[in-house]
């Protein structure tokens, strides 16, 4: 081992869902939107003028942070945006959870929770769900260093209702709680409501899922205005311009077309319901999402076959090869004729 | 004090250079090209498909990185990418700092390097350029916990040569010496050659300047294998995604265009050597620079006043309220009629 060597950060890295470069694929692994974005957002790009490329975008990306405080209509001083959400909660990791007592998450939740803990060296506990996969808020009110959890849960899809939301955030005066709501927009309710109320409450979303625009990296916090001030300070001890020029316009355009937002994630939400409609009916079992994917488990068929051999006919969903959902599928929500293809799939082979 | 602050990452944020709204201007304190990129990256741009926005982007971002590796002649997993240099440091400073021994790095110097020290609990010390701002080599010899300076440095624009270079790298094969070449490409001789001759030495580039992109936010870091492995587990353990489809596109263009490169840079070459006449003849004294700035001073008239002047003129420099460098002005190397303007006005202040 090299002198060097002695002094480097040793990490366990998030493993991102495979991107897989066959063209003829369905691809219902990584919970991206199966439509496109806003036609608005092609427009913005196209007609971007090239001279201002050579200069550095604005630091505070203020026409993105204004664009989404008018749209939930909270002020652009307690907006915070980053290079995706995973950009947002790593400069929260490192912001807010400082203490010397455990962090908590779920035990199964978003795998880049235990990473980001890792790579910063923060103490973590995690804790379980229940046997439905649900959060147990009382779980939640023992001593701690802070708190995070997605709602809807990941890679579950089950909702945890605003009123039990509360009682998390209520309970924790003393600690950043931090509700991760990258699945959100698909019918669960957010906890933005509470920001007002709580000084101690971050909500973090995305424009990857329900704005399809996974491609463009945008994510945003949204709390009191103190706490996005501490996270700005930490945001430009790292890096001082993270939105490049294209995110900015594109970014500004797809939260401003309402519209079309409503059309696709209604499309969405029908799918979805479609879909668990038509897998029960297969006798697969699964929490009720309000995502834009399921987490189905069947009784007589193994995931993992299930997963490779639908891997092998260019479907793709997620599986996890860890304790408790070992036995599940993570599927997202494609457009109706990609999910005939996997129902049809599905058929042949529990026939 | 609300109780979740305790536990605040406290930190003092780099302040970037202005980016002054008005029209008509002359922007020479942030360090950018005058020049578009090259105008296959605009093409590039306007050709790309939008219903891929909806999708991740390649995680490894390996077209880019492979246009990169191609250019400098060394392997794709030689290269790291990241949010422009910035975002490349940051990353190299959580990776390699680890040691309780102090980083070192010039007291005058790119003014992020203690704010990433700061903001990642890195213990550091700075060593006093020479009078003539000059890295002195032998401060370099003592025990430290790794190494990082600017060749040409910044704010000075000073060169220090192949040979110290390599004499800083052999005196410490037992920690991590970065080597930050933002400026390299006006003039002076880069690390790369070294590359495989040191394991321990990690070559900082970026598209920024050289390549008329810093409203896109793209850098890189090379070296050796090892240390790049290094470098993307902590880049996978914070952010799995972090250059957006349309920075890999258009990167990949600017990498490519040779000949535009050679084109600008040369341009840039011949006006900052004229510079160097004309200030001289108006009685500045200036380290020689081998970037695309001149850190100017004048035995007659105060940097800060100067300064004052200029902006109520909207001809923006950089001036640095600092020890040692508070009667400096640092000046961008624009476009030859941006020079003008700037002599002019020096002429009649100084009338």
Redesign the interface.
């Known amino acids: 081992m090299?002198?060097?060597?002695?002094?480097?950060?040793?990490?366990?890295?998030?493993?991102?869902?495979e991107?897989p470069q066959i063209k003829d694929k369905i691809?219902l692994n990584?919970n991206?939107?199966?439509?496109?974005?806003s036609p608005k957002?092609?427009q913005a790009?196209?007609q971007?003028e090239?001279?201002?490329?050579?200069?550095?975008?604005?630091?505070a990306a203020s026409d993105l942070v204004e664009a989404i405080a008018d749209y939930y209509h909270v002020k652009p001083s307690q907006v915070f945006v980053g290079?995706?959400s995973?950009?947002v909660l790593?400069m929260s990791f490192?912001?807010?959870?400082?203490?010397d007592k455990p962090i908590i998450f779920p035990d199964i939740t978003y795998s880049f929770y235990d990473?980001?803990a890792?790579?910063f060296r923060i103490p973590y506990e995690t804790k379980p769900l229940t046997q439905d996969f649900e959060i147990d808020i009382e779980d939640y009110k023992t001593e701690n260093?802070?708190i995070i959890f997605p709602n809807p849960n990941a890679p579950t899809g089950a909702q945890l209702p605003i009123a039990g939301i509360e009682e998390i955030v209520a309970a924790n005066?003393?600690?950043?709680v931090i509700v991760d709501e990258a699945y959100v927009d698909f019918g669960a309710e957010s906890a933005l409501s509470l920001v007002g109320k709580y000084?101690?409450l971050l909500v973090v979303q995305t424009m990857?899922k329900s704005r399809?625009?996974?491609?463009?990296?945008i994510g945003w916090a949204i709390g009191n205005e103190?706490?996005i001030g501490?996270l700005?300070?930490?945001?430009?001890?790292?890096?001082?311009?993270?939105m490049?020029?294209?995110?900015i316009v594109?970014g500004v355009e797809a939260i401003k077309d309402d519209v079309y937002f409503e059309q696709t994630r209604k499309k969405i939400i029908a799918t979805r319901e479609r879909t668990k409609e038509q897998l029960r009916e297969l006798g697969f079992v699964f929490p009720d999402s309000k995502s834009n994917f399921i987490f189905a488990s069947h009784p007589k068929y193994e995931a993992k076959k299930l997963f490779e051999a639908l891997k092998e006919k260019h479907i793709f969903v997620r599986y996890f090869d860890k304790p408790r959902i070992d036995n599940y599928l993570r599927i997202t929500i494609g457009t109706d004729e990609e999910m005939e293809r996997l129902f049809e799939f599905l058929k042949n082979y529990m026939r």
Do not use: I
């Open positions: 090299s002198g060097y060597e002695r002094f480097v950060r040793r990490v366990v890295p998030y493993t991102p869902g991107q691809k990584t991206e939107n199966p439509y496109p974005p957002v092609e790009l196209k971007m090239m001279d201002s490329m050579r200069m550095y975008p604005d630091p290079v995706g995973d950009d790593a490192l912001t807010f959870f400082n203490s990473v980001w890792d790579v260093g802070g005066p003393d600690v950043a000084d101690n990857s399809s625009m996974a491609g463009m990296r103190k706490m501490y700005n300070d930490v945001k430009y001890s790292f890096n001082s311009y993270t490049n020029r294209t995110s594109m």
